[in-house]
DNA sequence: GTCTATAGTGGGATAGAC
DNA sequence: GTCTATCCCACTATAGAC
């Protein structure tokens, strides 16, 4: 009709094609690794045009970029809003669980497979990234990652305050690991409990994960490493 | 000089052949993944010609099914001996203490990488393979990690008797991923605890591993279960 | 913005001389 | 058993018509 309008046409359609692509890529990335998806796939997949990757991000890593970008603004907003009713309801000084804040962390995360469709394939993205990001596209996460580590990180130590600050590290990343691969390798569980656990039971899974790693950090507390050791 | 020195001549250098091509694949996998890694590289690295490969593998996916299978076969054995001691110290019916078994589960592992220096890049191919490997590769290992898995399940089980056989797939899948995640990516350590924590002094590892693991059992021991929710 | 066609690269695998 | 040379394929990326 007029000239806004096809505007708005042009913008939606190319919206559509780029977040198509988005999908796909996320997709098979995180089906298959980044390194073993070619934009041949992703293309096909996605029903456009081999070229309109190109097009649209410059090249395969900005893609991959772009992918990661798109979905780790609103997990970490997500894990900050139940953060903020936590630290709500504890008040100033008021104790902090450890279970609570580690739920506020892992929650968003596993949701993702279930409530929101569009956010299925993120988990397993994300499984898969801790070991095949390098370089440029490891800095990108770190920095994008780099204010949830350090609002978690001080929660942490406020629930555990006898946690010391190299425990408390120790602990974080070998929970990260836990969960990453649980979203990576998840069939694996299959595999180590004869087929009496099933891996896709999200909520099951979050609450021994949660389970889990409050027990591992509160084994890492100072009064406790002679006695582990 | 005479035939049976030619004939060893010969098979010291097709040993040798093999095995430096296994070294360099091995080294190479750990350090870039099995699918960014191409022949033309570990053959480059192994100063062996391309189609040594070929000839002594048949095609790259056997290579990588060779790489793992030289490892895994030691490492389990010093598991098994590891754990041969701690049976034999408990006797028929004594204690059998969680942290000693996770201990064996753990250090083998972990030492591969200072001990013995042929094996300094098997801890991080372990940590590579959960999420890289698919399909006929990932049930080579499961197959040949089956023993080990069963073994160490049922010394759990006997240190903490009343960890649900659920409880205890869990905790040793989430163990598992710590383990791999450490050893896959280590250096987000450094990012995690802004600089304080190294890495790469793996005995400082195994002691928060170790006791980071029995911590997260315990806690899901059935008792726990309502506590932790 | 979208498409076709293709350039340019690098990979896995093999044939065949030595 | 080793090497050279090469085939053939899949991939990323781009040029240029529409």
């Given at each position: 009709m007029n000239q806004a309008i096809?505007?708005?046409?042009?913008?939606?359609?190319?919206?559509?094609?780029?977040?198509?692509?988005?999908?796909?890529a996320e997709r098979l990335f995180a089906e298959n690794g980044f390194a073993t998806t070619s934009l041949r796939q992703i293309t096909a997949e996605a029903q456009v045009n081999l070229a309109a990757v190109n097009y649209h991000f410059q090249n395969k890593e900005s893609l991959i970029r772009a992918v990661l970008h798109r979905r780790i603004g609103p997990i970490n907003q997500r894990r900050f809003d139940l953060m903020d009713?936590?630290?709500?309801?504890?008040?100033?000084?008021?104790?902090?669980?450890?279970?609570?804040?580690?739920?506020?962390?892992?929650?968003?995360?596993?949701?993702?497979?279930t409530s929101c469709p569009e956010m299925r394939h993120w988990p397993r993205l994300l499984g898969r990234l801790y070991t095949e990001l390098h370089g440029s596209l490891m800095e990108l996460f770190q920095r994008e990652m780099a204010p949830a580590a350090q609002r978690f990180t001080a929660a942490i130590n406020r629930a555990e305050p006898t946690?010391?600050?190299?425990?408390?590290a120790w602990g974080l990343h070998f929970g990260i690991g836990s969960m990453a691969h649980f979203l990576a390798a998840g069939e694996l569980l299959k595999f180590i409990s004869r087929g009496i656990v099933d891996p896709d039971d999200h909520?099951?899974?979050l609450k021994h994960l949660v389970a889990y790693m409050a027990g591992?950090?509160?084994?890492?507390?100072?009064?406790?490493?002679?006695?582990?050791?």
């Open positions: 096809e505007t708005v046409d042009q913008g939606n359609r190319v919206q559509d094609t780029k977040e198509r692509i988005l999908d796909a009713a936590l630290e709500f309801a504890a008040g100033e000084s008021g104790p902090m669980v450890l279970e609570d804040v580690l739920r506020a962390f892992l929650l968003p995360v596993l949701e993702a497979r946690l010391s600050p190299e425990g408390l909520m099951e899974a591992g950090l509160r084994a890492l507390r100072t009064e406790n490493k002679e006695a582990a050791q």
